[in-house]
């Protein structure tokens, strides 16, 4: 594959055309999303007891999110229906990768978000491609709900997951993963939000298995933040609270695919504490070298937490969907790791005095 990207043979588009819906009038539009690295781990494997813990670095994608890999097919296709402007709800990723293609394609994009809840590093994306912004003294779910509207009443394309073009192209992510593993992976660990891409992995390796590129499924193993766990609660959270704020979701659109996922492969979705998420997003920036942000640290968390709580793990190979970069949060990176900063006269004995040498 070309490394230069701009051209019809580069992104998910090309790669997977032959699975998604592309047609001869489908716009090849990318920035070079998918193919992202299956980095295996170096310590947590060891803390997890497995076969083989891998990371699916979802953070490299242009974006710095998974959210890019759907994004593409959702505006090629409202390119090639003739829509002049998208529309989405968003905690953040999904506007900065809407407003990243839109500006590219020269769309008119507008995202509705959670005043005060949207990391600043997804803000100065959307804001930098030139989005038109509206803030909602409200939460995700007020924010999808009033997106619907308005893409009813106007001629504006919804590109939130509920799009069905956006499952497909995030379901690509299971195609690389087999690709790369020459199986599916015995298990999948993923952060579950708005439950678009727990549905779209899922998809992918079912339809893996179905061409046989794959002799088996992963069992579905999905983690919700423990103040926002309406699929874990089995009834939607009026109020949800978590620091995870990109899965800080009430009343998920794609609940029914979540739970479809979890039963069908034979999975889980359970919860995991905000203390929890702190330690796994720690241990991966300092054990791994991953840095990521809060919610993508939310699997991690989760199938540590599974480990030690006697789970066996032995033989198995494990695959966490790492969702979006560290870069995005950097408020919360200062918080958790920064400490106290003070200047020193530029002077060898006083840095070797700070250095402890
Ligand atoms: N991880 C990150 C970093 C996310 O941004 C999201 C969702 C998820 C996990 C959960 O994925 O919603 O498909 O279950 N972010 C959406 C947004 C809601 O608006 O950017 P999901």
Redesign the pocket.
Known sequence: MSAIVGQRDAGVLFRFKDRLPVTDATPMITLGEGSTPLVRSVRLEEAVGCEALYFKLESCNPSG?F?DRGMVVAVAKALERGDTAVLC???????ASAAAYAARCHLRVYVIVPHGNIAEGKLAQAVAHGARIIAIDGG?DDALRLAREITQRHPIALVN?VNPHRIEGQKTASFEIVDDLGDAPDILCL????????TAYWKGFVESYQREEATKKPLMWGFQAAGAAPIVAGEPVAEPRTLAT??R?GN?ASWEGATNARDESGGDIRAVTDDEIVDAYRRLAQEEGIFC?P??AACVAGLLGRAKDGEDLAGKTIVCVI??NGLKDPERAMAEFAPELHAIAPEVSRVEAEMGL
């Open positions: 999110s959210k709800a968003s905690t953040g990723n999904t506007s995700f997951s952060p579950v939000g708005n439950a678009g891409n727990i990109a899965i979701i998920p942000e919610a993508s969702t979006g």
